[in-house]
């Protein structure tokens, strides 16, 4: 069955550090790997995925991820965090079909 | 507005009543998709419909749940004997057509808040 795990329930970092949030997955086929990102009273909004070719993918907002294929991870990076980057982060991938499986989300706190 | 919108943005009703949940996808998107994010927990598929083919419905929760779209356009999720265990903010999103295992990303609304007393 396919799954989405993301480790960590929140994140906290410092304004100014670099950030990670964790994703790893368990897929039987080749994943297409999504990040999005909830502000507080808005929707979900996309941020990049990883379809095929190189692994560090970029995004909005400066973010990227690296896609790992042996170690079945999608980590979302950004060098420099913003206060403004708090938020509710879902890591989601799809392979085959047309579902698409969410994680349970990470909330990231950065701090002034 | 270019965006998926959704109405309403909150539902209060009294356990045991049906409610019903709209959304507008954006313009020309084909794929639809209606989500249910429980407090503190993460997107949970419901089901998936694209144009005119057969929608994937794996995973509405029990037969008091169902949804229907005409074509393209708008569609609405509805839920009868409405139980307590369906509070939850219920997200509708869009994409452009796909194949299986597509790999558009999807734009979704604001979300219908809906509490079951």
């Known amino acids: 069955a396919q799954s989405v795990a993301q480790p960590e329930d929140q994140v906290n970092v410092a304004e100014g550090n670099p950030l990670t949030v964790k994703c790893t997955y368990s897929v039987s086929g080749n994943p297409y790997l999504f990040w999005y990102v909830q502000y507080p009273n808005r929707g979900l909004q996309f941020l990049l995925k990883?379809?095929?070719?190189?692994?560090l993918v970029k995004g909005s907002y400066g973010f990227e991820a690296e896609f790992n294929k042996s170690q079945t991870s999608f980590h979302l990076k950004k060098p420099s965090a913003l206060v403004s980057d708090s938020a509710l982060y879902f890591c989601?991938?799809?392979?085959?079909?047309?579902?698409?499986?969410f994680g349970a989300g990470t909330r990231l706190f950065v701090k002034a | 507005g270019a965006g998926v919108s959704q109405s309403p943005s909150n539902k209060v009703t009294e356990k045991g009543k049906d409610v019903e949940l709209r959304c507008d996808p954006i313009s020309g998107h084909t794929a639809l998709y209606w989500y249910r994010q429980r407090l503190g927990q993460g997107l949970e598929f419901l089901i998936y419909f694209q144009g005119n083919s057969a929608p994937d419905k794996s995973g509405l929760p029990s037969d008091r749940f169902s949804a229907e779209r005409t074509g393209e356009s708008v569609s609405t999720l509805t839920i009868q004997r409405t139980q307590q265990e369906d509070s939850a903010v219920y997200l509708c999103a869009s994409s452009l057509f796909e194949l299986a295992g597509g790999y558009n990303e999807q734009f979704f609304g604001p979300g219908t808040r809906l509490t079951v007393l």
């Open positions: 990883y379809i095929t070719g190189d692994n």
């Open positions: 989601a991938v799809r392979t085959g079909g047309f579902k698409t499986i």
